[in-house]
Nanobody, 125 residues
């Protein structure tokens, strides 16, 4: 198991930008794929973005393609989500998680770790 702590959320106006950070244990960045997820009020948690163990492959849900960018810094055991051109529908609590495979993260099934507290992103009009 690994521990993750999300940070960087806040209030931003539509069209603005925000970068989220996820600090994790060293083990996470040695052999795990990692991803970002979000849960809006009254909605189910959904997959947002994923990056493989090496950082060479990424994937995103369609609604954020071209606006969000996931990256990782293994020297600092950090995961990031750069968000641009934010929309009100991006409002949600954002979470990071880790798993042995990309598929476990994109499908939200399999060997996921426990969910952390997340970080709130609120996009106003």
């Amino acid at each position: 198991q690994v521990q993750v702590i999300e940070s960087g959320g806040g209030l931003v106006q539509a069209g603005g930008s925000l970068t989220l950070s996820c600090a994790s244990s060293g083990r996470t960045f040695i052999s795990y794929a990692m991803g970002w997820f979000r849960q809006a009020p009254g909605k189910e948690r959904e997959f947002v973005a994923v990056i493989d163990w090496s950082g060479s492959m990424t994937d995103y849900r369609d609604s954020v393609k071209g606006r969000f960018r996931i990256s990782r810094d293994k020297t600092k055991n950090m995961l990031y989500l750069q968000m641009s051109n934010l929309k009100p529908e991006d409002t949600a609590v954002y979470y990071c998680n880790a798993a042995h495979t990309v598929q476990s993260l994109t499908t939200m099934r399999g060997d996921l770790n426990s969910w952390g507290q997340g970080t709130q992103v609120t996009v106003s009009t």
